[in-house]
């Protein structure tokens, strides 16, 4: 069984940056595919990025990475915007990359990021 944790959420104003790290248990890890979500108030959750894709709306500000040895991916946030307010998730599976929720196997509880006006 795998176990995702994300940790780094909070209440940042306007063009702030913030890191969220998502670690994950069990020692698959490094096989398994990751990706962050997200999901606002009275919206659908939304795939945000993974390694190699990121959402339009956040490109040149967000950054997907992952450190295998450490069992842990991150989402390095810059210039946040008010429409970046969210629950943040991380996801992992091992049927390769989707934008569909359904295709993932594992989910962490999620962070809450503010991004004040």
């Known amino acids: 069984q795998v176990q995702l944790v994300e940790s780094g959420g909070g209440l940042v104003q306007t063009g702030g940056s913030m890191r969220l790290s998502c670690a994950a248990s069990?020692?698959?890890?490094?096989?398994?595919?990751m990706a962050w979500f997200r999901q606002a108030p009275g919206r659908e959750r939304e795939f945000v990025a993974d390694?190699?894709w990121i959402r339009d709306s956040v490109k040149g500000r967000f950054t997907f990475s992952r450190d295998n040895a450490k069992n842990t991916v991150y989402l390095q946030m810059n210039n946040l915007k008010p429409e970046d307010t969210a629950v943040y998730y991380c996801?992992?599976?091992?049927?390769?990359?989707?934008?569909?929720?359904?295709?993932?196997?594992?989910w962490g509880q999620g962070t809450q990021v503010t991004v004040s006006s």
């Open positions: 996801a992992g599976g091992f049927r390769g990359t989707s934008p569909s929720t359904s295709a993932w196997n594992y």
């Open positions: 069990g020692r698959t890890f490094s096989s398994m595919t």
């Open positions: 390694i190699g």
